[in-house]
């Protein structure tokens, strides 16, 4: 499971020290194979101060593209950020949906984004 295809979230400011963080979702590789029949197909849930954005499915697919951009608004540059968690999950049409990894970018990190403190 790879998610090395996050673009870095970058920010943006909107006006009176508000911010928007943008995350481009790019793909996952190297995808195990989920079901008894067929392949996997993957989707991602992204969670950042309690604002879930979830992708689109990609059906068969183990090295998946997603080309997926969210953006998460940050109220002060000055607040912290909170930990950014990606979640993969396989989608299923009968059953619930089976996580498949998840990854995690933690708070110094994101709060450092949100002010802007650092790209990449």
């Known amino acids: 499971l790879g998610f090395g295809a996050l673009e ?15 995350c481009t979702l790019v793909s996952a590789s190297h995808l195990p194979k989920m079901d008894t029949f067929g392949s996997c197909d993957p989707f991602c849930k992204l969670l950042f101060r309690g604002k879930e954005y979830t992708s ?9 593209t997603f080309d997926e951009t969210f953006e ?14 990606l979640t993969l999950f396989d989608w299923d049409r009968i059953s619930a949906a089976d996580e498949i990894g998840a990854a995690v970018l933690p708070e110094v990190l994101m709060s450092q984004v949100a002010r802007a403190g650092i790209e990449w």
């Open 56 to 64: 689109k499915v990609v059906k068969n697919s183990y090295d998946a």
């Open 8 to 22: 870095p979230p970058r920010p943006r400011e909107v006006g009176a020290g508000r911010r928007v963080v943008v």
């Open 72 to 85: 998460f608004e940050v109220a002060e540059a000055r607040e912290d950020g909170g930990s950014l968690t």
